[in-house]
């Protein structure tokens, strides 16, 4: 089947190559190659197939007691192929790029869904193509000293910050991942999107005892060159030695339920737990979702707008498209406390009658792709946050955040705060330790009475994990304040001080 491609032409490393010369270079296909693929998926019977090619290479350091402890970089390659009938799924992967392994896999993922549709493979529709990460140099491709000086530098950094730091450990990775999606609908999409990341960990600690941690990073789908501007190590290495010296002079954490405000930036990640996921597409269609059948009614406070936004410049979340090589968009799921709908996949799309909102990822070509965030976060509000906090006679400002986990099935989350104060008449005043939020994602956005203006994204670290599978996110969250919510701590109640 001639597949009309012959016009086109694109850019790789200033050099202008034909579509099918790229194929050969990269996964040693050709168009004739991908027709046959695709064919034999659909061999057994089924209404839709898809190959998805992956190219990957990538660097990782790790510094500590001020020594290089581990150096690596690896290059990995690889083909899924999918076939869906009705609601039967199979797939099947290699490692191995020979035209014998990947007719082999297409053959067995056609076995597991085979099913009595058969539908033929059309001519293939290129998505137009974006570029949310225009990266000339991948970090992959940089000097590896160049990466092992950031984080010599950052663990320098750390340690200088004060004599109580006592361990550091910083962390640098990045890769270049370059994706092909040929599908039996005529889609057709390629992207390469580079990712790096640099983290620093401190531990402070006292004569007597008394430790506290620190963390921060941050990156994106940027270059090395990102890392040598305002957000270098020294940021980075400051700000996690901050932290772990706070915890020294902490307070422990009341507990009861109160009111919490919690601040711009990571924050966030507690959006993404205890709402976000039960947004999406696939626990819904299975009514395993707290928000199942709830789109057009009420579920938060008409402060609240949530969106996801995968189309957001160099972020971590981002992606020009999803690995199912649909566009990636800015999606509304809550509009002032109203639910708009559902973060969706093909599959999801299909199944639920709904548009598929360019939200089909998956960790890597061994995974099958299922409906996940990219960046999720609340856009602002019209408070001052300064009115926020002076709001509040008692309670916690939640600054940072640490571990968490959620209930799908009923929205219940518990998140630990790794940075957070207590307010008092309307003051920021102690730091307080061993503070964990516990409460119901559904029902804490309908005690959200002030939203500030001070939307505020995460600096580029969320790793975001479901089913096994772990993929980069995005989070972000202006100051807020929840009118009531339970605070687990370790400090013993007095007589009329923070009583429920």
Known sequence: MLLGWESFQFQRHQINVSKEQFFFQHYGLTH???ERYLAAALSAGGEYADLYFEYLTSTALMVDESMLKSASQGISAGCGVRVVAGERTGYAYTDDLSPQRILHAARTAALIASGPAKTPVVGYQEK???SLYPVTLPSVDAEITAKVELVMRADKAARARDPRIKE?????????????VVASDGTFAEDSQPLARLNVSCIAKTKDGVSGRGNAGGGGR???DFFFGEKNPEHFAKEAARQAILQLDAREAPAGEMEVVLGPGWPGVLLHEAVGHGLEADFNRKKTSAFAGLVGRRVASEKCTVVDNGTLPWRRGSLNVDDEGEPTQHTTLIEKGTLKGYLSDKLSARLMGIADTGNGRRESYEHIPMPRMTNTYMLPGDDDPQDIIRSVKHGVYAVNFGGGQVDITNGKFVFSAS?????????????IKGATLIGNGPDV??????VGNDLRLDEGVGTCGKDGQAVPVGVGIPTIKIDRLTVGGTAKKEAGSFMQ
């Open 445 to 450: 956005l309908t005690r959200v009475s002030m």
């Open 419 to 431: 940075e957070a104060y207590l307010i008092e008449d309307g003051q920021i005043t102690a730091p």
């Open 32 to 34: 004739k190659d991908l």
């Open 128 to 130: 137009q193509a974006r």
């Open 168 to 180: 550091v450990r910083a962390s640098y990775s990045d890769e270049l991942r370059n994706i092909l």
């Open 222 to 224: 940027v270059a090395l």
